[in-house]
């Protein structure tokens, strides 16, 4: 029997690519606990309820799950999912809905995200961070405008996540 020693270093290789991949773990990331969602959807309604004014809030996690959901009474029923998607648009876009709304009036190359489904470019969704890491949004609708609904959200999140 006679060993081909080319081969030998093809079988290297595969061994160190081998060795490479086993230190390869799960990635660690923060997200958005429910407790702190709690926190800031009635650090939110408390913001609005300061002005006069009664809102929905969500919050939705890292990966866009909702997390957290509350509204106020004789709030209309289109405000629950407006909420919803302004959150998961402030988080996918990683900026504040209102900025994207406009960018895409602005820019003709954004425009096109008003055919989205998924996002609503509208003020009120605004993003959470941990230090430089986007654990979540929160998204506000029925305030009185989007102007409100971000500033009840802005003024939770100074209140709850100082940075």
């Not at 030998?8 to 997200?31: E, F, I, K, T």
């Not at 990683?94 to 900025?99: L, V």
């Not at 979540?136 to 100082?162: N, Q």
């Amino acid at each position: 029997m006679t060993l081909r020693f080319a081969r030998l270093p093809m079988l290297g290789a595969v061994l160190l690519a081998g060795s490479a991949l086993a230190d390869v773990g799960p990635v660690q990331q923060q997200n958005l606990s429910l407790e702190l969602a709690n926190r800031l959807v009635s650090a939110t309604l408390e913001a609005c309820h300061a002005d006069g004014r009664t809102a929905v809030v969500a919050a939705v996690d890292r990966g866009g799950n909702l997390v957290a959901l509350q509204r106020d009474d004789n709030i209309g029923p289109h405000n629950t999912l407006a909420a919803q998607r302004k959150a998961f648009t402030s988080l996918s876009t990683g900026s504040y809905s209102r900025e994207l709304a406009e960018r895409a009036r602005q820019d003709s190359e954004s425009e096109n995200l008003n055919t989205l489904d998924e996002l609503l470019l509208l003020g009120g969704g605004v993003p959470l961070r941990s230090g430089d890491e986007i654990i979540g949004a929160l998204g506000v609708a029925g305030a009185g405008g989007s102007a409100i609904d971000e500033g009840c959200a802005i003024a939770a999140v100074e209140r709850v996540l100082p940075q």
